[in-house]
């Protein structure tokens, strides 16, 4: 079975704060994307990659940056956080992009204080 | 721009059947997916819909129909454990997935 492991699954962080939010995944996926879901809101992209050292902006990138160095591993980094970055996020992979399905990891709860 | 609509909420009853529709205008169309999500938890893959017509899998079926940019996801014998939230997803012509809102089932004894 494909396992998206996110690192933390609640997290509560203050205003201005540097978050990181780490995934791994254990199929040798080459997509890696990082979503917010927010209530009556559908997922949002914020950043995806293709490739080791790649990434692309997705629908709402601001405040947000990536780092994926190795493969299984793609990391969120929130620079300085504000509140309205409390939110679920999302890791998800897959293998190729035509009509592949994504796995999605277990969410990682964000509170910013 | 891009839109997926589907009801907010349902409510069902233990045993019966239930047709969430799904509604889309996108640029290009590289199929269809339905995916199933409990409070709390990530969401899980259920269908996936490129060629008109209906994909049946157990309990849950996928209805599609390309010229009137429209799915549905139908469940049959609803159980108290399909209660969750049900999201259409359709890939556009660059292979990017567009999310709709999703639909919260609540099934009733």
């Known amino acids: 079975d494909v396992k998206v492991t996110q690192s933390s699954r609640y997290l509560v962080k203050r205003t201005g704060e540097k978050v990181f939010l780490e995934c791994v995944q254990d199929?040798?996926?080459?997509?890696m994307f990082w979503y917010r879901q927010d209530p009556g809101l559908g997922l949002r992209l914020i950043y995806f990659?293709?490739?080791?050292?790649?990434?692309e902006k997705g629908d709402i990138p601001e405040g947000y940056s990536v780092s994926r160095e190795k493969k299984e591993r793609f990391s969120l980094i929130l620079e300085s956080a504000s509140t309205n970055q409390t939110s679920m996020y999302l890791c998800?992979?897959?293998?190729?992009?035509?009509?592949?399905?994504?796995?999605f990891g277990e969410g990682s709860w964000l509170t910013v204080v | 721009g891009q839109n997926i609509d589907q009801p907010t909420e349902m409510t069902a009853t233990e045993g019966a059947i239930v047709q969430i529709n799904c509604t889309y205008q996108?640029?290009?169309?590289?199929?269809l997916f339905w995916y199933q999500q409990h409070a709390g938890e990530a969401p899980t893959f259920l269908s996936y819909?490129?060629l008109d017509g209906l994909e049946e899998k157990g309990r849950f079926s996928s209805f599609l129909s390309r010229s009137k940019g429209y799915s549905y996801l139908l469940l049959k014998e609803l159980q108290m454990k399909d209660s969750a939230s049900y999201l259409c997803?359709?890939?556009?012509?660059?292979?990017?997935?567009?999310w709709g809102a999703g639909t919260k089932l609540i099934i009733k004894p």
């Open positions: 998800a992979s897959s293998f190729s992009v035509e009509g592949n399905t994504i796995y």
């Open positions: 199929m040798d996926h080459e997509n």
């Open positions: 990659s293709y490739d080791v050292k790649m990434k």
């Open positions: 996108t640029s290009g169309f590289n199929g």
């Open positions: 819909n490129v």
């Open positions: 997803a359709v890939m556009d012509s660059n292979y990017q997935l567009i």
